[in-house]
């Protein structure tokens, strides 16, 4: 089978991929893949499909507001030198922050090709091509759709919803719409995609098990939308149940290497040689060569040093690590730790292995650190073209939300369903498996294992729905125990010291921190998106 890393090697050559666009209200532009002359064969649907998984759609937003509003925004890492970062991670942020900015923008030039290409194919596709392989490739396009509105949903709550883009060019302006209809529009995408994918297809392609799995985190967030108290939507949470729960027990999928002795599985799953592992339901497809604005920049901003990169060029805003987040990891959490976290003193012979490996000199990131083209045999690589996929749902994912989903509105369970897919995460890992589960327990197991994956935000507005009071708390508690801070790691003693005691500068949290300002520039161009949200349905 053709793969699709491949195919998109072959449409990036082609430069059949459209560039960023300055505003989300911006036409797409009118590419060979949209043409009416396209869309003849099965194959044209394909490679319209494949365009979608990575290259400049998504370069903006995977670059420039992934981690950044996962992981720096929910206190996991910091750079103290980057304004736009330091508003995030101080709770500051100003509509005119240029993360937010990229994240909404790069979201909606994903939506923008996906309806493209999803319009195309219903109203000029042959009539020779089957309805099945037309209504697969509408699945995929719809799938990751869903996947960039779910995301627009978490980080500003009412947006608007557009499905056609022409109709941009009589009407502009737009209204946001009510989250709880954005959230149902994201869940009727992934309904069609569950429905018209294949239980299998070529390395890197969603499949019906990606639509469920994402589904089930659908549904868990809709249950606590609009809640309080600590109490969820139960029919919500019985969707959630459904759909992650078929993706465990039905999918034939098992984490990577899941029964590997040495617990070295979760460790490798980030290496680029494991690219699109079984347990990567939908990964974002880069390769190496294609120059600034198409690539995977992400170790060339955030690596701790430029000397173990490609030409030795990068590292300009290394993550520190929070201390909170090192409190995360148990004695004997080690695997985890070290494919996420650097501490002074770690050996990693994967890197800079010419030189005989990269040995840690402080506190870093290390997950997203693949090393220089030497290190991954891959030639054409760049400082600005990293080979390694992301990964923005996994199926260890999928296990957590099916045993929160099974916890729901319990203190605690004991569900044997919610205890086996829990720790088989853990298993995998090496640490000692639990015989029951807490909201605490959850959160803190979600945090370890998607660390750095830009998921903590996302869990954080989830617990935000349905419990506000101590959602804010749980922010403001970071600050009152200096967790949200970096810190220094001695490799004889084996002690981490917190940078400082002062308390961090951050505004004290409330209800409001939990959605992001609209970028300004967007407000500017169209002055209806300051006005309250209508609905979609």
Not at 267 to 277: A, C, E, G, I, K
Request: with cysteine; charged share 20%.
């Amino acid at each position: 089978m053709k793969s699709i890393h491949k195919i998109i090697i072959i449409l990036l050559s082609a430069a059949a991929i459209t560039g960023c666009k300055k505003s989300f209200l911006d036409r797409p532009s009118n590419s060979q893949i949209s043409s009416n002359n396209f869309y003849k064969s099965t194959s044209d649907l394909r490679l319209a499909t494949a365009s979608l998984y990575g290259g400049s759609e998504w370069w903006q937003f995977n670059n420039e507001a992934w981690l950044q509003i996962g992981d720096v925004l929910s206190g996991t890492g910091s750079f103290q030198y980057n304004p736009d970062l330091v508003q995030l991670f101080t709770r500051t942020i100003t509509a005119q922050n240029g993360i937010v900015t990229n994240g909404w923008v790069g979201l909606y030039n994903v939506i923008g090709q996906c309806n493209g290409v999803i319009n195309a194919i219903q109203q000029t596709a042959s009539s020779s091509i089957s309805a099945k392989d037309k209504n697969a490739a509408i699945g995929e396009a719809k799938f990751i759709r869903a996947v960039a509105y779910y995301h627009l949903a978490v980080y500003w709550g009412a947006v608007p919803i557009i499905e056609d883009n022409s109709k941009l060019i009589k009407n502009p302006l737009l209204n946001r719409n009510i989250v709880s209809d954005v959230y149902k529009f994201v869940a009727n995408d992934l309904t069609y995609a569950a429905n018209n994918l294949p239980k299998t297809d070529d390395k890197g392609r969603v499949t019906t098990w990606s639509a469920q799995g994402m589904l089930g985190k659908v549904y868990l967030t809709m249950a606590g939308l609009g809640q309080s108290g600590g109490q969820r939507d139960q029919k919500l949470l019985d969707s959630a149940i459904k759909y992650a729960g078929n993706v465990c027990k039905n999918s034939g999928l098992q984490l990577f290497e899941q029964n590997d002795p040495n617990h070295q599985g979760y460790y490798d799953l980030f290496r680029p040689v494991n690219n699109d592992s079984p347990e990567s339901l939908f990964s974002l497809q880069w390769v190496g060569g294609v120059g600034y604005g198409n690539g995977n920049d992400l170790q060339l901003y955030f690596s701790p040093t430029p000397a173990i990169l490609p030409e030795k060029e990068g590292g300009w805003e290394p993550l520190a690590p929070t201390y909170d987040l090192y409190q995360m990891y148990s004695a004997k959490d080690t695997v985890r730790r070290k494919a996420t976290i650097m501490l002074n003193g770690d050996l990693y012979p994967e890197l800079d292995q010419a030189d005989g490996g990269y040995k840690a000199t402080a506190t870093g990131l290390k997950k997203h650190i693949i090393g220089n083209e030497k290190d991954n045999n891959a030639p054409t690589m760049d400082p600005w073209s990293s080979i390694e996929h992301t990964m923005i749902l996994r199926l260890a994912d999928v296990y957590l939300v099916y045993a929160e989903a099974i916890l729901g509105n319990n203190t605690t369970t004991a569900d044997g369903d919610a205890i086996k897919y829990f720790n088989l995460v853990r298993s995998r890992a090496g640490v000692d498996p639990v015989l029951t589960l807490s909201a605490t327990t959850l959160r803190t197991e979600r945090r370890v294992e998607l660390a750095f994956e830009g998921q903590y935000w996302i869990d954080l507005v989830r617990y935000s729905y349905y419990d506000p009071a101590n959602a804010v708390k749980f922010l403001n508690d970071q600050d009152v125990n200096h967790g949200r801070i970096s810190f220094t790691y001695d490799p004889t003693t084996k002690t981490a010291t917190r940078d400082t005691t002062a308390t961090p500068l951050t505004l004290p949290a409330t209800i409001s921190s939990f959605t992001l300002p609209i970028p300004s520039s967007e407000v500017t161009t169209d002055p209806k998106l300051a006005q309250p949200p209508v609905p979609y349905y």
